[in-house]
């Protein structure tokens, strides 16, 4: 699996049968980006997406889930859950792991989606504050989780409209420093991390 993060919440993934796109980020975020290609489109905010930016990956229109809900396609699982917030919190799983992406999260998680996410490899988390959680609330929240890799998203970058924080706030947190970005990442099950969570940081 390899995994690209498009600034915000935005991600593109790649699965052994399919491509995955997260929120494709409409052009009022600041974000520039190319037309993305996918396969199955996951919306957990709709004023903040763009669907224009989207192609099909092959000749089939692609499957798009906007409604907390469970989903199969092209051998990915997706369970959505509504959270308090207008926001959809997804579960991905494909190629034996498992993807939290917790879009629009503000506070930390009910035990319900604790239920939901017991046991997930891999968490994409918001870290930037205003409207989002805060560093701080982002570190609470990777303890509830305890994932293999954590990916921060929604923090500041240039050009981008919405006011966010500052990664380090979060890595501060997190008590990690001289982390470098990097362009992808691509993950097995077997190259996960056994025991500390490691904070993989991706540049759009």
Known sequence: ???YWLGESSFRIKTEAASVIIDPAHK???L???TLKG???LISQTLETDLTRVA???TDEPFIISSPGEYETKGVFVYGIAGANGNILYLIKADNLQIAHLAGLTEDLKDKDLEMFEGVDIAMVPVGGHGVLSGKQADKVVSQLEPHLVIPMNYDLPKLTAKRDPVDTFLSEMGVKGLQPENSLHITKSKLPEEETKIVLLQP
């Open 28 to 30: 009022n975020t600041g």
């Open 56 to 58: 099909p990956e092959q």
């Open 32 to 34: 520039t980006q190319s």
């Open 1 to 3: 699996m390899y995994i």
């Open 39 to 41: 396969d199955i489109i």
